[in-house]
Structures are given as C-alpha cells and as structure tokens.
C-alpha cells in the first residue's frame, strides 16, 4: 500500500524532532493532508497503528485536518473549490485556473506531554 | 498531573528524504559515482534490461547493480552470474525505496571504483515516484503489453524521469499500443524527456540506450 511507505516516513520525521527538542512522549500527532494529495486520509489512519508500533509514537492519538483543494480562476479571477465545482469556475466556467492549496501533506505539529 | 505542549513542526512529509537525497547525491559526485534509479511496474523488464546493459557497458566503465525489487528472489543471482558487483537489498516489504535505504545499500557494496550503479527499484509505479532516492538520473521502463494509457494513470512518475525505455517493442503487434501517442502524451507532461524504443529480449535499440548512458556517466563523472 502507498500510504503505508509515507506513514513511516513521517513517524522517522517526528521521532528525529523529539529527540532534537527533549521530548519523550507524545500525546497527538496533526497532520494536514490537502484534497488534492494522492493521500487518503482514511488510508493513512488504516495504516497508521502499523506503522506506530514499537515507536516512540505507539501510544500518539493521530489528528488529521483536511486542507481545501482551491483555486483561482484565471479568467474571472473567482476562487472556488475545485472537487465540488468538477474543476470548473463555478462565475464564468473557464477551466484555465491555478491551484491555491489542497497539494500539501504536512506534518503540523505534535502535542506533547 | 501533565501539561500539554503544542510544538509547531510545519514540515512537509518529503523534506526530510529530499535532504537526504541531495546530500548522497553530492556524495556521489564527489566520488565520481554515476546512479541511475530504474523503476517500472513488475514484470516490465528492468532485470532483462539490466543485463543488457552489463553487457554493453562492462568493457567501458566498472558497474555495480543495488536490487531492491521484491517481485523476484533470482534477480541478484541472475546479475551475479555476470561478474558484476551485485547487492540484494531487504526492502522488508516496503514499496520503496529512501535515500537512507540506498545509502545503506550503496554502502553495503562499496562504490569505491565504481563509475556506475544501477538501482533496480521495486515495482511499482506510484511510491518510487515520490521518494527521491539520490540517483543522479532516473530512468522508467513502460513495456507494451502494460498499455499506452499508463502516462494518463500515473502522471507522477512520468513527471519525474529523465528517460523512459518503451520495452517489449516486439510484441506491438500482438498488443494494441500506440508508440506515437504515448510519446505525446508523455511530452505533454515532461518535455525534455528523453524516449527510447528497445527490446531488451533481443537487444534491440540498447545500443541508444548505452549511448545516452555513456554521456550522462561521462558528463557526472568529468570523464
Ligand atoms: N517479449 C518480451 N519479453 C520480455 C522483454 N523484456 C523482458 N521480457 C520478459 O518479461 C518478463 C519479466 O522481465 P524482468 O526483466 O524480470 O522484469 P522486472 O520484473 O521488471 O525485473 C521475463 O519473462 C522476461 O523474459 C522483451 O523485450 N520482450
Ligand atoms: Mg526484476
Ligand atoms: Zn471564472
């Protein structure tokens, strides 16, 4: 499975930050997966518990926040949500646009205890 | 009693391999070490191709190969029958590789000497695309019974190669596979690639491949 390689890959990224800043248990860990990421968030939770064990993370509850896919109309400059407007401006219905956010797979942040 | 502290990380996911990547690829330079990084779907031809490749470049430059696809246990046997520096990598499952993996792996083999490694990735066509491995080049092999709509699936990997290897080119006529628009569509999302027809069963149009091979190695290792 795809998401499981990119899980382990971010747990290796957290464990190096905790060491780096002292901490030693870690309550939540965030995530932000954009709607456009070729993650699916409820992959990354499936696998998730997998690719925790026997880390310093085994007992982090994981958060994911979901980052909109939006764009800007390059013809009538509108901003729109890409998936719920089949990519199209919803004003004028060009499709030549740019993509605001929604790309992104970011580790936010960690709340440690 | 606990206190709950929220540490700002904001690091995206790929950072820290792409760090990795770029220092190994200044190792390599350094040492005069040319990588190339081979993926494609199993069954593609990368180990066939491999060994073509041994074999029309073994006079000209010391070649060592890092196997790391899963798919088949021969592959690091078949290799080593050729007298080249073989290593297989345990990938234990994963559908990737990292550049700390093929750290470990070029490692392992000890590049000392050697003008030019060959990395055959796992197969697969979605995960190898988003780890930078090091490599100084990257190379993908489409064969034809895979089907010439694979650059409109995975437009990742295509994105990403300096050179695509179109294999298999003996069976086209068996299969329905359009050699002329999968260029097309492959230069639609990555213009400077470089595309090469081969049959790697037979040999057929290595000779460009080891040609475009021979001047990438030359120009990395200031030969
Ligand atoms: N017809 C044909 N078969 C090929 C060609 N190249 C490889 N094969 C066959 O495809 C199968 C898989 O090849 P292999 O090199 O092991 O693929 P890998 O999994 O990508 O390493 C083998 O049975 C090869 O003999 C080719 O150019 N033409
Ligand atoms: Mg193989
Ligand atoms: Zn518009």
Redo the contacts with the bound molecule.
């Keep these: 499975m795809h998401e499981l390689g990119v899980v382990i890959e971010v747990i290796k990224t957290v464990e190096d930050f905790a060491k780096k800043n002292g901490v030693t248990k870690i309550d939540t860990l965030v995530l932000q997966i954009g709607e456009l990421s070729s993650m699916i968030p409820k992959y990354v939770e499936a696998c998730y518990p997998a690719a925790v064990d026997g880390t310093l993370l085994q007992e982090t509850k994981l958060k994911i926040e979901i980052m909109p896919g939006n764009a800007i109309c390059k013809n009538c400059n509108k901003v729109f949500n890409l998936i719920e407007n089949n990519n199209r401006c919803p004003r004028c219905g060009s499709q030549d646009r740019e993509i605001l956010s929604g790309k992104e797979f970011m580790i936010k942040e960690i709340i440690a205890c | 009693m606990s206190t709950y502290k929220v540490l700002e990380i904001k690091q995206s996911v790929f950072e820290n391999n792409d760090r990795q990547a770029n220092l190994l690829r200044e190792e390599l330079k350094k040492n005069k070490t040319f990588l190339l990084n081979l993926m494609?779907s199993?069954?593609?031809?990368?180990?066939?191709?491999v060994l073509r490749t041994i074999e029309a470049l073994k006079d000209e430059m010391r070649i060592g190969i890092l196997e790391a696809?899963i798919?088949?246990v021969v592959?690091a046997d078949i290799v080593a029958q050729t007298g080249t520096k073989v290593i297989q990598l345990h990938t234990g499952g994963m559908c990737h590789l990292d550049a700390d993996m093929t750290r470990q792996g070029l490692s392992g083999m000890g590049t000392d000497g050697l003008d030019f490694v060959i990395l055959?990735n796992v197969?697969n066509l979605v995960c190898p695309a988003e780890f930078d491995t090091g490599a100084s080049k990257n190379a993908m092999?489409l064969?034809v019974p895979e089907g010439d709509d694979k650059p409109l699936k995975y437009p990742l990997m295509f994105s990403i190669v300096d050179v695509l290897l179109i294999?298999?080119?003996?069976?086209i006529g068996i299969f329905n596979f359009n050699l002329e628009a999968v260029k097309e569509r492959v230069k639609k999302i990555n213009p400077n690639i470089k595309i090469i027809p081969?049959?790697?069963?037979?040999g057929e149009g290595i000779d460009r491949w080891a040609d475009w091979l021979r001047t990438e190695v030359k120009k990395w290792n200031g030969k």
């Design positions: 494609s199993p069954g593609s031809g990368k180990t066939t191709t696809d798919d088949s592959d055959e197969g092999i064969s294999n298999k080119m003996d069976a081969i049959t790697a069963t037979t």
